[in-house]
């Protein structure tokens, strides 16, 4: 007799003499009453006819298709491989998946991805916001867990995992002026709609007026904003031509802007930290392996967040927010780690 392909649950339970519930059961792990004897005869007929559940009528049945959804503002970032990395880790020995996609720092398709996931039924969803103003999310009605990554949003109230960002960067200045730069800048993308990027530019204020500074003499002098207009190569040699009390020195808020710098202080044959001193923002490695940073001569010291770290807390307490939907809300910040390397090292040679 030719075997039958594409078997149900029904046939499963007439062949194994069994009712339909104790093969549901079985499928979904719950052994509670059920004998060594009726758990090897179902596990032998699934085994047989290579029976693969179907996840659609589970959901159906259950009400969770065991899907999380993250919708990352550009996958190009550096924060996105090590945080999707860590989120698939903490759902290794789950019965969760992950589904990824990118919004391409556009708010319409943010919206539009959270509406397909929506549709798809996703248990889920953690959030690497496109804007901080996003009215959309408050507006729709999102019936699930989130979780907002790395980045928050404006009067929108939900658990969020991210970087400790005024404190890397109260870190980075007083290192620097420990090191002997009086003359210290910020170098920054526009920071207007991106809220770890103004959290960085809040707390370089906020270090540089306890040292003497008014928010005048910053907005003006020390605080840089890289765009179409305004390129990295134009902002340091402007930083360098001014009359300053000493060497300056930089501080990046992101990888990008981290790189172009670097690349300006090459172009400008200027000699760190004898010239300039740099501290990038993320060199695109992680805090135990080499990233770009240290391919450079000197290495250039950084401020390195652990994205590993952000992305694997995030899921699990979207995990937790799945078991306890109604506990208080969480705010949980990894911190930053700076790492003190040749690029800043104007005391001791």
Same mark, same amino acid.
């Given at each position: 007799?030719?075997?039958?392909?594409?078997?149900?649950?029904?046939?499963?339970?007439?062949?194994?003499? !069994?009712?339909?519930?104790?093969?549901? *059961?079985?499928?979904?792990?719950?052994?509670?009453?059920?004998?060594?004897?009726? *758990?090897?005869?179902?596990?032998?007929?699934?085994?047989?006819? =290579?029976?693969? %559940?179907?996840?659609?009528?589970?959901? $159906?049945?259950?009400?969770?298709?065991? $899907?999380?959804?993250?919708?990352?503002?550009?996958?190009?970032?550096?924060?996105?491989?090590?945080?999707?990395?860590?989120?698939?880790?903490?759902?290794?020995?789950?019965?969760?998946?992950? !589904?990824?996609?990118?919004?391409?720092?556009? @708010? $319409?398709?943010?919206?539009?991805?959270?509406?397909?996931?929506?549709?798809?039924?996703?248990?889920?969803?953690?959030?690497?916001?496109?804007?901080?103003?996003?009215?959309?999310?408050?507006?729709?009605?999102?019936?699930?867990?989130?979780?907002?990554?790395?980045? &928050?949003?404006?009067?929108?109230?939900?658990?969020?995992?991210?970087?400790?960002?005024?404190?890397?960067?109260?870190?980075?200045?007083?290192?620097?002026? /420990?090191?002997?730069?009086?003359?210290?800048?910020?170098?920054?993308?526009?920071?207007?709609? @991106?809220? %770890?990027?103004?959290? &960085?530019?809040?707390?370089?204020? #906020? /270090?540089?007026? =306890?040292?003497?500074?008014?928010?005048?003499?910053?907005?003006?002098?020390?605080?840089?904003?890289? #765009?179409?207009?305004?390129?990295?190569?134009?902002?340091?040699? +402007?930083?360098?031509?001014?009359?300053?009390?000493?060497?300056?020195?930089?501080?990046?808020?992101?990888? &990008?802007?981290?790189?172009?710098?670097?690349?300006?202080?090459?172009?400008?044959?200027? +000699? /760190?930290?004898?010239?300039?001193?740099?501290?990038?923002?993320?060199?695109?490695?992680?805090?135990?392996?080499?990233?770009?940073?240290?391919?450079?001569? %000197?290495?250039?010291? *950084?401020?390195?967040? =652990?994205?590993?770290?952000?992305?694997?807390?995030? /899921?699990?307490?979207?995990?937790? *927010?799945?078991? =306890?939907?109604?506990? %208080?809300?969480?705010?949980?910040?990894?911190?930053? @780690? $700076?790492?003190?390397?040749?690029?800043?090292?104007?005391?001791?040679?």
């Amino acid at each position: 007799m030719k075997k039958k392909t594409n078997i149900t649950i029904d046939d499963i339970a007439v062949m194994a003499g !069994v009712s339909k519930t104790t093969v549901s *059961r079985y499928i979904n792990g719950k052994f509670e009453y059920m004998s060594a004897e009726t *758990r090897e005869k179902i596990k032998d007929i699934i085994k047989q006819y =290579n029976y693969i %559940p179907s996840n659609v009528a589970r959901s $159906l049945k259950t009400k969770t298709t065991k $899907l999380i959804a993250f919708i990352v503002a550009d996958i190009e970032n550096a924060f996105a491989a090590p945080t999707i990395k860590a989120m698939n880790e903490s759902l290794f020995d789950s019965s969760y998946h992950i !589904v990824v996609s990118s919004s391409n720092d556009s @708010i $319409l398709r943010e919206k539009q991805l959270i509406e397909s996931v929506l549709e798809q039924r996703v248990d889920g969803i953690l959030l690497n916001a496109v804007n901080y103003d996003a009215p959309h999310l408050t507006e729709m009605n999102i019936d699930v867990p989130l979780i907002l990554v790395d980045r &928050r949003v404006k009067g929108f109230s939900v658990d969020f995992v991210g970087t400790n960002s005024v404190k890397s960067i109260h870190d980075a200045v007083s290192h620097l002026k /420990m090191q002997g730069y009086n003359d210290v800048h910020i170098i920054t993308e526009d920071f207007s709609s @991106i809220e %770890p990027r103004f959290r &960085r530019v809040e707390g370089f204020k #906020d /270090m540089m007026i =306890n040292y003497g500074y008014t928010e005048e003499q910053l907005d003006k002098n020390f605080i840089h904003v890289i #765009d179409g207009k305004n390129d990295a190569l134009n902002v340091v040699g +402007r930083i360098v031509g001014k009359n300053s009390s000493g060497v300056p020195a930089i501080i990046c808020t992101n990888g &990008r802007t981290s790189l172009k710098v670097a690349k300006a202080i090459k172009d400008l044959d200027l +000699r /760190m930290p004898f010239e300039i001193g740099l501290v990038s923002y993320d060199d695109f490695g992680n805090n135990n392996s080499y990233g770009w940073t240290q391919l450079n001569s %000197p290495s250039i010291t *950084r401020l390195s967040p =652990n994205w590993y770290q952000t992305g694997y807390k995030a /899921m699990e307490l979207l995990k937790s *927010r799945l078991e =306890n939907p109604n506990g %208080p809300k969480k705010d949980i910040k990894v911190d930053v @780690i $700076l790492i003190e390397d040749g690029s800043t090292k104007l005391r001791g040679f």
